[in-house]
């Protein structure tokens, strides 16, 4: 099978636009379609390979092609696997009893199953997760091991003119993929299970967020992996050459600009997950009805452009060197970055500015130049082994070098096997601040007295609460603190300032409403005015009502949320404005790594300024 440039090329795009992703969501925001691209150019070219193998020899040797497919992704892939280790066990020992479960799934390319089972969303902004990109190679891997057995039988079945039929049914599977995840996915907003059952499913006895099936199974994301499958039987580069279709190179490249520009177009515009004004987070509706195929669709159309022997765009525009180049490394380039940046940033979800991208780019492009050099091509050509055998001096100094360097990983790797499994800071404040926290809609409401903290049923439903405090996840995370001076604590993760409406009408129809209210609510996502004045006015008698304005770095509801909350004074007479975003302006050891919720030092000061907003 003759190298085909164009798509080396198109694996640049692809791993760019991924990358892109990764650093900054505000960049482009639908760089993750870079995986889908890389799907159908994957499913392509094993199928091919496999069909070009029996062209040439009559038959598939299924041990050579695993042996092929294990020289090429496992070198790399097990030095990222030792080297994370290492830098944990070094740097960050915390992580390793988390990180110990995604070593495993890594390592035994079964990482997105993992993060379906254990409920380690990919849009989850708090964890470390150093190896959580691993899971597209998971797909991969699981179709490398399952489809040349498939191809081996059906190729022995199929004549080589049958070949577009059994292609029509790789189409129509992939079609039929498609279907299943339309039916599967939930539109609407998302929260917890018990806010939002209808976004969840049982598999196995566990209960599992639909979009995040969706984005990482191996059954929902097959289809673009059909897809190209579908096209190599039908579009093989050397049997163009002497046929019709070998003068058509120039339409098809105008159909490869198409492609390319719809690509660009969709990673500019398509989103995982989205932020709705009052709702909060949902998933993308296009993508999880149909989306994915589109972006397979399109890949196809890319990929016969790139392919065609006389494509200009394939070998000039597409195909021109720095792509190939960049497409050549694709692969390390898309194991290392992600790693580089979490070690960095400490948590998947803060954005990367310009010039940390630029740095932490370059880190990445040395170390994979070093692994493509010395690690991945001399393994995959057989030439490691060779070269140290030729050099007597060289196989000293190898053998010594191993014998020096494998007590860091046999360091790291028992650090790993023992280390007690920590949340990360967050989520383990988060966690421990749940007992502290009263539902207020409940048909018995607990008070802490004022004087002690301690909590009591409510003797009569006539019984006022001194300081109602009503938030979401940043007050979550001081709600201990909060209580111990006698605050009742109404707080939830992923709460929108509209779901405040029923507690204060609720409080209020009950006369438990006492003189004090305070308010901190508008992280998750855009708030409406409307949803905004609702809340308020079942407070109207309330004495003082202290509402805190946002610090939410890098969103782009920030300014507009911390807007209407600042206006309330001018409708609401007994609204204070507790103004957060003002008070811990440059004041970073405030919050957390991400730069929202609170430190031990921001809990002290968050409890500080509300009590003297109270007057306490």
Known sequence: MPYIPGLDGLRAIAVLAVIMYHANHSWLGGGFIGVEIFFVISGYLITLLLIAERERTGGVVLGNFWWRRARRLLPALWTLLVGISVYCAFFDADRLGMLRGDVIGAFTYVTNWFQVWTGSSYSDAFAFAPLRHLWSLAVEEQFYIVWPFVMFLLLRRVRHRSLPTLGLWFFTIAVALTVFSVLMYRPGTIGTIEQTPEQYFTLFGRDVLRVDFLYLSTVSRASGLLLGASLACVWRPWKLIGGRVAYAAAPLDLLGVLAVGALGWMAWTFREVVVTVDNGRQGYDLLFQGGFFLIGLTSVAAIVAVTHPRSNLGRWVIGNPLFVWVGLRSYGLYLYHWPVFQAYRKIAGKPLTVSQFVWLMAVTMVITEVSYRYIEVPIRRGTFLKGVRARPELRQRVTIGIVATSLLPIFAVASLATADVKQDDITATLNENEDAVTDVLASTTSLPTASTGVTTPSVSPSTKIDVLAVGDSVMLGAANLLRAKGVTVDAQKNRQFRESLQIFNYLKSTGELGDNVVIHLGTNGPMSEASVSSAMKPLAEVRRVVVLTNRIPGSAWEKKNN??????????????????????????????????????????????????????
């Open 563 to 616: 807007n209407l909350i600042n206006a309330l004074p001018s409708t609401y007479p007994n609204v204070q404005i507790l103004d957060w975003f003002a008070l811990t302006a440059d004041r970073k050891g405030l919050f957390a790594a991400d730069g929202v919720h609170l430190s031990d030092a921001g809990r002290d000061v968050y409890i500080t300024q509300i009590l003297g907003a109270l007057g306490r």
